[in-house]
C-alpha cells in the first residue's frame, strides 16, 4: 500500500464504507435526502439510525443538520451522525454541538493493505495458555457482554443483540473470535466483511487487563487479516483507540483520518 496516498485511499473508503454501503440487514432503510445519506434501523432496535455520509460546504451545513434533526425528532428516534477529519466543512464538529448533538471520543482511522498485515503477523501465536479460536454463528455471545463489562463497566447486552442481529441478516458478513483461558474469554474480537466493496473492518478487541502485553490482540488481528485474505478483500479499516493505534501502526496499517461520533436523543417526556 506504499504506492496508495492517503488521499486515494480516503476517497475509496468514502465511496465504498460510507455513501454506498449497504446495511446489514434489509430491514434497514437507506435514505439519501440532498447532501446527506442517512440509514434508519427497525423501530424495535435503539441503535443504527444516523448520517453515514455528507457532502456538505459553509452555505449547506446548517441547514442539513437541522434538518436531520428534523427528521429523526419526527421519529422519535436517537442517531448519530458519524464525522471524520477530513469532512467539510472544517468546523462541522462545531455547528453539530451547536444543534445540540453530543461528541464522543476521538480515534484514529486506521487503514492498511490486507496482504500488508497478513504479511507481517504471520506466524503469529497466542501465548501459552491461550486459546484463539472463530465462534460458530450458533454460538452464544454473551461472555463477550461479560468481558465487555469487565473491562468497560456498564451493560454491554445492546452489544450481542447487535452481533446476533447481523448474524442472522448475513451469516456471512460478520465473524467472531475469541481468545480464552480455559473457559474464560480474555479478549474478542469481531471483523465485518462489507459486501459490494473492497474493505473488512475489525471491531472490539478488548482485553482483560491481567492478559494485556503479551500479544493476545495480534493473534486476533493476525486471524481476521487472513480471513479478510481469503476473501480477496484488499484493505482493514480500524477505529482505533490510543492503546489499539500503536499496534496496528506497527502492523502495517496507517493512520488515514481521524473519526468522532456525534449523538442527538430525543428529549425526555
Given at each position: 500500500?506504499?504506492?496508495?496516498?492517503?488521499?486515494?485511499?480516503?476517497?475509496?473508503?468514502?465511496?465504498?464504507?460510507?455513501?454506498?454501503?449497504?446495511?446489514?440487514?434489509?430491514?434497514?432503510?437507506?435514505?439519501?435526502?440532498?447532501?446527506?445519506?442517512?440509514?434508519?434501523?427497525?423501530?424495535?432496535?435503539?441503535?443504527?439510525?444516523g448520517v453515514q455520509w455528507a457532502d456538505?460546504?459553509?452555505?449547506?451545513?446548517?441547514?442539513?443538520?437541522?434538518?436531520?434533526?428534523?427528521?429523526?425528532?419526527?421519529?422519535?428516534?436517537?442517531?448519530?451522525?458519524?464525522?471524520?477529519?477530513?469532512?467539510?466543512?472544517?468546523?462541522?464538529?462545531?455547528?453539530?454541538?451547536?444543534?445540540?448533538?453530543?461528541?464522543?471520543?476521538?480515534?484514529?482511522?486506521?487503514?492498511?493493505?490486507?496482504?500488508?498485515?497478513?504479511?507481517?503477523?504471520?506466524?503469529?501465536?497466542?501465548?501459552?495458555?491461550?486459546?484463539?479460536?472463530?465462534?460458530?454463528?450458533?454460538?452464544?455471545?454473551?461472555?463477550?457482554?461479560?468481558?465487555?463489562?469487565?473491562?468497560?463497566?456498564?451493560?454491554?447486552?445492546?452489544?450481542?443483540?447487535?452481533?446476533?442481529?447481523?448474524?442472522?441478516?448475513?451469516?456471512?458478513?460478520?465473524?467472531?473470535?475469541?481468545?480464552?483461558?480455559?473457559h474464560q474469554i480474555v479478549c474478542a474480537?469481531?471483523?465485518?466483511?462489507?459486501?459490494?466493496?473492497?474493505?473488512?473492518?475489525?471491531?472490539?478487541?478488548?482485553?482483560?487487563?491481567?492478559?494485556?502485553?503479551?500479544?493476545?490482540?495480534?493473534?486476533?488481528?493476525?486471524?481476521?487479516?487472513?480471513?479478510?485474505?481469503?476473501?480477496?478483500?484488499?484493505?482493514?479499516?480500524?477505529?482505533?483507540?490510543?492503546?489499539?493505534?500503536?499496534?496496528?501502526?506497527?502492523?502495517?496499517?496507517?493512520?488515514?483520518?481521524?473519526?468522532?461520533?456525534?449523538?442527538?436523543?430525543?428529549?425526555?417526556?
Amino acid at each position: 500500500m506504499t504506492n496508495v496516498s492517503i488521499t486515494e485511499i480516503l476517497a475509496c473508503f468514502d465511496a465504498q464504507m460510507r455513501r454506498d454501503l449497504s446495511p446489514p440487514s434489509p430491514t434497514w432503510r437507506v435514505e439519501r435526502a440532498d447532501r446527506v445519506v442517512r440509514w434508519v434501523s427497525p423501530p424495535e432496535l435503539p441503535w443504527g439510525c444516523g448520517v453515514q455520509w455528507a457532502d456538505l460546504d459553509d452555505d449547506t451545513a446548517d441547514g442539513a443538520i437541522a434538518e436531520q434533526v428534523s427528521y429523526f425528532a419526527g421519529l422519535q428516534r436517537r442517531f448519530e451522525w458519524k464525522t471524520y477529519g477530513h469532512d467539510r466543512p472544517a468546523d462541522l464538529g462545531v455547528r453539530l454541538r451547536a444543534a445540540g448533538l453530543e461528541a464522543g471520543a476521538e480515534e484514529a482511522l486506521v487503514i492498511g493493505a490486507v496482504e500488508d498485515v497478513a504479511a507481517a503477523t504471520a506466524g503469529t501465536a497466542p501465548p501459552l495458555g491461550i486459546t484463539v479460536r472463530c465462534l460458530d454463528n450458533g454460538e452464544p455471545l454473551d461472555r463477550i457482554a461479560a468481558l465487555q463489562s469487565a473491562v468497560w463497566g456498564g451493560d454491554w447486552a445492546w452489544l450481542i443483540a447487535e452481533l446476533r442481529q447481523e448474524q442472522r441478516a448475513d451469516p456471512g458478513a460478520l465473524s467472531v473470535h475469541v481468545a480464552e483461558a480455559g473457559h474464560q474469554i480474555v479478549c474478542a474480537g469481531w471483523v465485518r466483511f462489507h459486501r459490494n466493496t473492497q474493505f473488512a473492518s475489525l471491531w472490539g478487541g478488548s482485553t482483560l487487563r491481567e492478559w494485556r502485553g503479551r500479544g493476545i490482540y495480534r493473534s486476533l488481528v493476525a486471524r481476521r487479516a487472513a480471513q479478510a485474505r481469503e476473501r480477496g478483500l484488499r484493505y482493514l479499516q480500524v477505529d482505533a483507540s490510543p492503546d489499539s493505534r500503536p499496534i496496528l501502526e506497527r502492523l502495517g496499517l496507517r493512520m488515514a483520518s481521524t473519526t468522532t461520533p456525534y449523538v442527538w436523543s430525543p428529549p425526555q417526556p
